[in-house]
């Protein structure tokens, strides 16, 4: 029976994605960079394997961003008062942005200026979101 991946890998590994696709970077290339083959790549950014610090640092600089990056916004590691650790947002929303779909919508709806357009664009999302049926998350 195989452990499960630790919360804070499997999130490390999610932004290393998210960044990754960001920047149009294929994992062979990445994995090229650092010395290693595609298949290792995919394992740090599911989270099955963990990446060192010293990896962490050159993953940081390949894909140019600040190590802190690799963790805003993730599970804390730190248990809270009830016995678990919390995270700044919902798994689901890292996981979505992981995706190429979340990337690709992300970066256009921030490219909308008019605020009100925006909001239409959020109530028309959330009606569609209504008719598929109760939230399963």
Partial sequence: MSKAPN????YVGSR???RRIMLGMSQEKLGE???LTFQQIQKYEKGTNRVGASRIQQIAEILQ??????????????????GFAEGASPSYVSDFLATSEGLA?????TRITDSKLRRSIVDLVEQIAAREGP???
């Fill in 7 to 10: 919360p804070v890998d499997k």
């Fill in 16 to 18: 290393v994605r998210m």
């Fill in 33 to 35: 960079a650092l010395g």
């Fill in 65 to 82: 961003v600040p190590v802190s990056f690799l963790f805003e916004g993730g599970p804390s590691g730190v248990a809270g008062p009830d």
């Fill in 105 to 109: 919508l992300t970066k256009a709806f």
């Fill in 135 to 137: 939230d399963k998350r």
